[in-house]
C-alpha cells in the first residue's frame, strides 16, 4: 500500500511562485510514475504534469509548458511540482498520484492519490 501527502498550496497572486510536494510512504515497485493532477470547481480532474520512475520522461499540459517544472527524488520518495507565472485559471485542488509502470495523461490510470491541496490564484 502506498500512501501520498501533498503540501505546499495556499493563496497566491497572479505572477507569483508556489512549490507543491508530495511526500510517498509505503511499499513501490522499482517501476512507476507519478504525476500532478489539478480539479477545478465543476471541471474535470486533469493531468498537469507526470514523471516516470528515472526521471528521464516528463510530460506537460499545454498550458503549463515553460511555467512548471516537475521532479521526483527517488531516494526520498518526494515529488515536486515548481509553480512559476501563475495564473487565476491555475487556481485548483492539486493532486498527486502514483501508478505502476509507465505515465499516463489519463487519471483513471493512477493506483493512488493523495487528499489533495488548495491552490489559489488571485488577479
Known amino acids: 500500500q502506498v500512501q501520498l501527502a501533498e503540501s505546499g498550496g495556499r493563496l497566491v497572486q497572479a505572477g507569483g511562485s508556489l512549490r507543491l510536494s508530495c511526500a510517498a510512504s509505503g511499499r513501490t515497485f522499482s517501476t512507476y510514475a507519478m504525476g500532478w493532477f489539478r480539479q477545478a470547481p465543476g471541471k474535470e480532474r486533469e493531468v498537469v504534469a507526470a514523471?516516470?520512475?528515472?526521471?528521464?520522461?516528463?510530460y506537460y499540459r499545454d498550458s503549463v509548458k515553460g511555467r512548471f517544472s516537475i521532479s521526483l527524488d527517488n531516494i526520498k520518495n518526494t515529488l515536486a511540482l515548481q509553480m512559476n507565472s501563475l495564473k487565476p485559471e491555475d487556481t485548483a485542488v492539486y493532486y498527486c498520484?502514483?501508478?505502476?509502470?509507465?505515465?499516463?495523461?489519463?487519471?483513471?490510470?493512477?493506483?493512488?492519490w493523495g487528499q489533495g491541496t488548495q491552490v489559489t490564484v488571485s488577479s
Open positions: 514523471i516516470n520512475w528515472s526521471g528521464d520522461t516528463t
Open positions: 498520484a502514483l501508478k505502476y509502470g509507465d505515465w499516463s495523461p489519463t487519471y483513471l490510470r493512477y493506483d493512488y
